[in-house]
């Protein structure tokens, strides 16, 4: 009799825990529902052609992001241009050269690190290396820079993984018959290997689109009215226009802030978008 | 004639072959030079600060007013404001992270973990500046009307945002942790009669603590590195309180301010972000590789 009591207890416990673990679960996902709920609320009203294509203004209701949108458009490529290839390029020198000794657990180590550094003290490293002690002053060549090197342990990690995934059958074909451990990597490996690699790039870039913090430190400016057209000119990117504009006070700003995160939110879904249906894909025409 | 045509082919190849290997050691190389880079130049601006303000004063100094008359340069109050966002953001993202994870690797349906794991990594990805918007239009507004004595800067909004952006972290760190338990101690567990609840409690949540407490642990560094969230809604005025409804300044918020003005380079006001900064890197850097011992220390091996 005691024993039937307990064992019921028992059984209602386990089901009270797994209902309670599923509410806190979908009380997560219902969070980002109140997110763009009130971020729609608050911005969609601004959201028209006008925003996209006006400078920023004293005068909260001319204000738009062409400047910050250009800026954003231009720190995405030159980060691109710099980071993309020296992280593959990284990451094929620790994956398919080193040999596993001190040097390459210490290159490991370092960059895992480097992942959990706050970005804030790349815009520390990006202010006295590149504004200040190779004088390249506030410009989008320092954001890019500064950005790259946040990005890069993300990069370096992905296309690892990405890198490693691919079975040694490949190489031993390439090896035997008679290609050099460049042709195999060049030809073989990395072809296999760059639907995972761009997914972790898609991933980065998104990143450094959001990351304001570096850009902050390096001198980005708030108020920029005009498109830069040069590495060297000064900028504005989205989130340092919507940073701005949230911390004003008055009401008609936070609208506009809100109506550059819907556009800051949009691009970023895009690009995540594009980087899980990759990974969906290469999961499913996988050869091996 | 052709023997010295392939052998001098051949050189080419081994030349570009060691071309190729010098180069893509390089591009590994810069991850190095980065983290050194980092460390000269916090050391080297760090040490010209402590010139003029002695390590202690720094380190154990109560009060923080390095722009203001009188100056003085007691780091405390920030190191105070930024565990009191670190102290409130685990209050929100270490239970709802456990639980989540809980759910997603123990009892959620494939059909479920397809829908909350993507949800989770948006999430992960929206901008921390967005999370500073959300904070000082919705969730401090929401707060006041439970305290109507809330600054408009404060401690609890700021650690709720940031509890919410760590929390994807926590969530599929811990159901990586999770799964990664071998399906064979659930089915003894099961096959002794045991119930769902005491399956994941007594039997996986233990085998899997070292994943799940370095995930904490990695968490509140990430807490302590988030500066714009914290920047928008915690405040400018470093104070050592444990009050969240009081409005507080934390490291990186004060980074942020200064970098924002237009103190000269070279004064002391200045290179206090590089002191500032310098803590900071030792504290996340500590707690990142206690999270790596964590790891490695606890790891319960299987198979």
Known sequence: MRAGRHLR?????????????????WLGCGLLAVLL??????GFGRMNWEFLTSYPSRFAAKAGVKSALWGSVWLMGLTAAFSIPVGVAAAIYLEEYARRGRLSTLIHINIANLAGVPS?????????VFVRFLAFDRSLL????????????????????ALRAVPDSIRQAAYALGATRWQTVRHHVLPAAAPGILTGVILAMSRALGETAPLIMIGALTYVAFVPEHPLDPFSTLPIQVFNWASRPQQAFHEAAAAGILVLLAVLLLMNSAAVLLRHRTQRYRRW | MSAPKSLSRKLTRSAREEAVRGVLFICALISVATTVGILVVLAREAAAFFEHVPVADFLFGTRWAPLLEPRSFGVLPLVCGTFLVVAGSSLIAIPIGVLS??????????????????????LAGIPTVVYGYFALTFVTPQLARVFPDIHIFNAASASIVVGIMVLPMVASLCDDALRAVPESLRHAAYAVGATPFEVSMRVVFPAALSGVL???VLAMSRAIGETMAVTLAAGVTPKLTANPLESIQTM??????VSLGDTPAGT????????VGALLFAITLSLNLLAHRILRRFREAYE
């Open chain 1, 120 to 128: 804030i003290v790349f815009g520390i490293l990006g202010l006295a």
């Open chain 1, 37 to 42: 709920f009130h971020l729609v609320r608050d």
């Open chain 2, 214 to 216: 370095a995930s904490f």
């Open chain 2, 101 to 122: 994870g809980m759910y997603l690797s123990e009892f959620a349906s494939d059909r479920v973990r397809g829908i909350v794991k993507p949800v989770l990594e948006i």
């Open chain 2, 252 to 257: 990186t918020a004060y980074i942020v301010q």
């Open chain 1, 142 to 161: 320092s954001g890019s820079l500064t950005m790259s090197l946040v990005i890069l342990p993300v990069i370096i990690i992905a296309a690892r993984e």
């Open chain 2, 268 to 275: 002391v006001e200045y290179q206090t972000i590089f002191a």
């Open chain 1, 9 to 25: 207890l028992r059984r209602r416990l386990s089901r009270a825990f797994r209902l309670v673990c599923a509410a806190t679960t």
